[in-house]
């Protein structure tokens, strides 16, 4: 049995953008009308989210039947989970608020298996296909997709080191704990926090890695992308239903407003 290629790790590695939407919504049908859309990936969220096992789960299930490479960002580092999550087919992941060499090394490490790593080895699981899939355990890691987290200053500043790690694909950048930790709390537009992030794609394509990003709107996602950045999420489908949600109703009581 074979398992299709991570087209989402295939063309980050061949710079090619990639555009894609933060899943909060811990739903597998709303997951699936995007999904519907023509994304090239989805990633779910955990860190900021209901999101748990086995909700992921499900609407990794689901996705399957789709043409692109979800994602899951945990709520936090820990090997035990990454085995985990890799056993039930996860193939691209990201780890927040990545800041060290030291960090970004155990992360990688936990997706290996020895000897190049420490993931725990099971001989049946969903990534295997219960065990169906030849030989996946010598070729696992061609197919997985790590990227960290840089979401602080101190990520910023150790971010060329982070980014020659052997085994990271890139790193993704999260705005607004960025602009947090540097002194701007809700004020990612600030010319500070906007430099940072600008910085950050030339040091990546230098070392042949990705750079991706989370946008507030359709002109950050285009600045972005002018900037280097080939991983680019379009916003989050809370955020989509929230802002239609409101401009539907606030359309309609301003129509009615009118006629009284």
């Known amino acids: ?14 710079n090619q953008v990639q555009l894609g939407l933060w899943c909060a919504l811990s739903s597998t049908y709303a997951t699936e009308v995007l999904a519907c859309s023509g994304y090239d990936w989805l990633t779910l969220d955990m860190e900021h989210s209901p999101n748990d096992l086995q909700s992921i789960l499900s609407q990794l299930q689901m996705l399957a039947a789709y043409d692109l490479e979800p994602a899951v960002r945990l709520v936090k580092f820990d090997k035990d989970l990454v085995k985990q999550y890799l056993d039930m087919g996860l193939r691209t992941i990201v780890l ?13 490490c936990a997706t290996r298996y020895p000897p190049q790593g ?4 099971a001989g049946q ?39 020659a790690v052997d085994g990271l694909d890139g790193v993704f950048v999260g705005p607004n704990d960025l602009a947090a930790s540097m002194g701007y709390l809700g004020q990612q537009s600030n010319a500070h926090v906007q430099s940072a992030i600008e910085s950050i794609p030339p040091i990546a394509k230098s070392l042949g890695k990705a750079a991706g990003i989370l946008a507030a709107s359709e002109a ?26 409101d401009t539907l109703l ?9 006629q009284t």
């Open 1 to 14: 049995m074979l398992i299709k290629p991570n087209a989402l790790k295939a063309a980050l590695k061949n």
């Open 96 to 108: 927040p608020n990545v800041e060290s060499v030291e960090q970004t090394r155990d992360i990688v």
């Open 118 to 121: 420490v993931r725990g080895v």
């Open 125 to 163: 699981q969903r990534a295997n296909r219960w065990g169906r899939v030849a030989n996946y355990h010598a070729t696992a890691s061609e197919q997985i997709c790590v990227l960290a987290q840089i979401e602080s200053a101190e990520g910023v500043a150790h971010v060329g080191a982070i980014l």
């Open 220 to 245: 950050d996602a285009l600045r972005y992308i002018s900037w280097g950045y080939t991983m680019v999420g379009l916003g989050s489908d809370q955020g989509l239903l929230a802002r239609a949600s």
């Open 250 to 258: 606030s359309n309609c009581r301003k129509h009615l407003e009118a």
